[in-house]
């Protein structure tokens, strides 16, 4: 990908795609993780000249044009905080001649953030005409939005095919990162899976499985590879058309694969259900694995203990009830403990709510800021936004 050094800026209003598709409740940004992400590559346009740096994002998934629930304007005063300057931020749509104009219009080292660019019609078409109208709000085009860069859309990989362009600081330092999870890794090598489904990350799990010496498999889709050796699984979440690819891979890799031994089950899915500790192949009619258990996680804790690479994704219970988190904040421990030891990374989504939660953030070498960009890369897939930055 070309970097910003390769990119001529000075004296040029430069477009940005960035990623602050963030947490807002009753009009108050819940969670500026995404908003800061972006602070290195502003400074870096500010400092190498740009006359003016027009940001644009997503924010939820508005179906009927704009619509107020949906609208950018809450995170204008966030980014304007962390960034230490003041923000513009213009009210129009982005295919708009009023929006032309507005940034046309800004002082020389101003800083703008435009409306959600989903509000654009087209924008998820990947619209040739939006691409054109895009191009018009700047000298060049840098994409920084890691966690969209699996979309073709118009301010993904459209505007950067009609503008000199270059990936931020972000995206290339998540790509950068992920990649070495992918060729060249350190070993002992050990990736944990957690979540809900085992097709959601199927095409991730069969790519690393011939990479790496050992994978955990937590969270929901564990009864999934439980239910397909015979085990009674109880009420807990499973998918039965997967079972025979369950059943393969356990064949295949049962030499690097581990699953739970044991569980905490409940007899609801409620944060004040009533809980046992179970043998994972043995749920009582009625109830539901919710967590890993006790001897669970020694296990995983043990098998991570000289890693020198760890990849994370997904939570190893419902680590949303805090009944239901020990299983999640063990690992994240076992993890953060091999800071200096070893090159860990935390892939996106709920995982990254995850380590957060545990207070171990700090202790992990990567925590990926794109959920379903960061297991794309991982599947080998080539992402759309990535690819245009070449």
Same mark, same amino acid.
């Given at each position: 990908?070309?970097?910003?050094?390769?990119?001529?800026?000075?004296?040029?209003?430069?477009?940005?795609?960035?990623?602050?598709?963030?947490?807002?409740?009753?009009?108050?940004? @819940?969670?500026?993780?995404?908003?800061?992400?972006?602070?290195?590559?502003?400074?870096?346009?500010?400092?190498?000249?740009?006359?003016?740096?027009?940001?644009?994002?997503?924010?939820?998934?508005?179906?009927?044009?704009?619509?107020?629930?949906?609208?950018?304007?809450?995170?204008?005063?966030?980014?304007?905080?962390?960034?230490?300057?003041?923000?513009?931020?213009?009210?129009?749509?982005?295919?708009?001649?009023?929006?032309?104009?507005?940034?046309?219009?800004?002082?020389?080292?101003?800083?703008?953030?435009?409306?959600?660019?989903?509000?654009?019609?087209?924008?998820?078409?990947?619209?040739?005409?939006?691409?054109?109208?895009?191009?018009?709000?700047?000298?060049?085009?840098?994409?920084?939005?890691?966690?969209?860069?699996?979309?073709?859309?118009?301010?993904?990989?459209?505007?950067?095919? @009609?503008?000199?362009?270059?990936?931020?600081?972000?995206?290339?330092?998540?790509?950068?990162?992920?990649?070495?999870?992918?060729?060249?890794?350190?070993?002992?090598?050990?990736?944990?899976?957690?979540?809900?489904?085992?097709?959601?990350?199927?095409?991730?799990?069969?790519?690393?499985?011939?990479?790496?010496?050992?994978?955990?498999?937590?969270?929901?889709?564990?009864?999934?590879?439980?239910?397909?050796?015979?085990?009674?699984?109880?009420?807990?979440?499973?998918?039965?058309? @997967?079972?025979?690819?369950?059943?393969?891979?356990?064949?295949?890799?049962?030499?690097?694969?581990?699953?739970?031994?044991?569980?905490?089950?409940?007899?609801?899915?409620?944060?004040?259900?009533?809980?046992?500790?179970?043998?994972?192949?043995?749920?009582?009619?009625?109830?539901?694995?919710?967590?890993?258990?006790?001897?669970?996680?020694?296990?995983?804790?043990?098998?991570?203990?000289?890693?020198?690479?760890?990849?994370?994704?997904?939570?190893?219970?419902?680590?949303?009830?805090?009944?239901?988190?020990?299983?999640?904040?063990?690992?994240?421990?076992?993890?953060?403990?091999?800071?200096? @030891?070893?090159?860990?990374?935390?892939?996106?989504?709920?995982?990254?709510?995850?380590?957060?939660?545990?207070?171990?953030?700090?202790?992990?070498?990567?925590?990926?800021?794109?959920?379903?960009?960061?297991?794309?890369?991982?599947?080998?897939?080539?992402?759309?936004?990535?690819?245009?930055?070449?």
């Amino acid at each position: 990908m070309q970097n910003l050094s390769q990119l001529d800026v000075q004296g040029k209003r430069v477009l940005v795609r960035v990623d602050y598709n963030v947490p807002v409740k009753e009009g108050v940004v @819940q969670d500026d993780t995404r908003v800061t992400a972006s602070l290195p590559t502003i400074s870096a346009l500010l400092d190498a000249g740009a006359r003016n740096v027009i940001l644009m994002s997503h924010f939820g998934r508005p179906k009927n044009g704009p619509e107020e629930k949906y609208s950018l304007k809450p995170v204008a005063p966030v980014l304007e905080k962390v960034l230490g300057r003041p923000v513009t931020f213009i009210a129009g749509t982005a295919d708009s001649d009023e929006t032309l104009a507005a940034v046309q219009a800004l002082p020389e080292g101003e800083v703008a953030l435009l409306e959600n660019v989903r509000f654009s019609a087209g924008e998820e078409k990947n619209d040739s005409g939006l691409n054109g109208k895009l191009a018009r709000l700047g000298d060049a085009f840098v994409l920084d939005a890691f966690g969209s860069a699996h979309r073709a859309h118009s301010s993904v990989s459209g505007v950067a095919a @009609q503008l000199p362009h270059a990936a931020g600081t972000l995206l290339q330092t998540e790509v950068d990162a992920l990649g070495k999870l992918l060729s060249g890794a350190e070993r002992p090598y050990v990736v944990i899976i957690g979540g809900a489904k085992v097709s959601d990350k199927i095409k991730v799990i069969e790519n690393l499985l011939p990479r790496v010496d050992k994978l955990l498999i937590g969270g929901g889709m564990a009864y999934t590879f439980i239910k397909s050796q015979g085990g009674k699984i109880g009420e807990s979440i499973h998918e039965d058309d @997967q079972l025979d690819l369950a059943a393969r891979l356990l064949r295949e890799y049962g030499d690097k694969i581990m699953l739970p031994v044991d569980v905490i089950a409940a007899d609801a899915f409620s944060a004040d259900a009533n809980t046992q500790v179970v043998a994972s192949n043995a749920i009582p009619d009625g109830w539901q694995g919710l967590d890993a258990g006790p001897e669970t996680v020694r296990l995983y804790s043990e098998a991570l203990k000289g890693a020198k690479t760890v990849f994370w994704n997904g939570p190893l219970g419902v680590f949303e009830f805090a009944k239901f988190a020990g299983g999640t904040n063990a690992v994240a421990a076992a993890v953060g403990s091999l800071k200096n @030891q070893a090159y860990t990374v935390v892939g996106g989504g709920d995982s990254v709510s995850a380590v957060n939660k545990s207070g171990k953030a700090d202790q992990i070498d990567h925590i990926s800021t794109g959920g379903g960009a960061s297991l794309e890369l991982l599947e080998g897939k080539a992402l759309p936004g990535v690819e245009a930055m070449k």
